[in-house]
């Protein structure tokens, strides 16, 4: 257990609507990344909130959006679904931005877009 | 941009060792995590090099030369439950943003 808690769990939506993904961090990080991982490949960095503010972003499109509140838990957002978005999305927290630290990863959320 | 190779699969047998390699390309490299995941679960911590050299944590070591941008990961005294993917991750704090980079994973089948 990482204490890095992400809900839902698994969610099937339809392509064209939108879905909000939740990630409560581990107590005393500041830092939550949210990463995108297809069936066989590596986590694919989608981006990172450093104290509610966004501080590194891979290569997602807009629609691909999100929220860090005060309480350091964060949303991950996505618009406009489409059928490729169907991935395993992993949320993970760390103590502080940059550094010699390691990210605890949640459970993740399975989504599948019909 | 980024990039991080690694090979997709590799085989070893219960009791032996692997040593499993990883090559990158970045711009503002900050570290090099290695990480275990189990099929359907998350990743798992397993090391952090950012100096060169080798760091030994039980059975498992990871090595990194930053000159030839190349690390390895090494298992000892392999068991069953070793087998799983292994993710070569780097950081990158270029132009300032702050983010981890994952490779494809490397998936390790462990034979008795």
């Known amino acids: 257990e990482t204490g890095v808690t992400q809900s839902p769990t698994h969610l099937i939506k339809t392509r064209g609507q939108q879905v909000t993904l939740r990630c409560s961090s581990q107590?005393?990080?500041?830092?939550v990344s949210w990463y995108q991982q297809a069936l066989g490949q590596g986590p694919q960095f989608i981006f990172q909130?450093?104290?509610?503010?966004?501080?590194g972003r891979g290569n997602f499109p807009p629609r691909f959006s999100g929220l860090q509140f005060p309480n350091y838990s964060s949303e991950l957002n996505v618009n406009a679904l489409e059928l490729d978005d169907s991935a395993l999305y992993l949320c993970?927290?760390?103590?502080?931005?940059?550094?010699?630290?390691?990210?605890?990863f949640g459970q993740g959320t399975r989504l599948t877009v019909v | 941009g980024q990039n991080i190779d690694q090979p997709t699969e590799m085989t070893a047998t219960e009791g032996a060792i692997v040593q499993i390699n990883c090559t990158y390309q970045t711009s503002g490299f900050n570290g090099l995590f290695w990480y275990q995941q189990h099929a359907g679960e998350a990743p798992t911590f397993l090391s952090y090099n950012v100096l060169d050299g080798l760091e030994e944590k039980g059975r498992f070591s990871s090595f990194l030369s930053r000159s030839k941008g190349y690390s390895y990961l090494l298992l000892k005294e392999l068991q069953m439950k070793d087998s799983a993917s292994y993710l070569c991750a780097v950081r990158d704090n270029e132009n300032r943003d702050d983010k981890i980079i994952f490779g494809k994973g490397t998936r390790l089948h462990i034979l008795p």
């Open positions: 909130y450093y104290r509610e503010e966004e501080n």
């Open positions: 993970a927290s760390s103590p502080w931005r940059g550094g010699h630290t390691e990210a605890f």
């Open positions: 107590s005393g990080h500041n830092t």
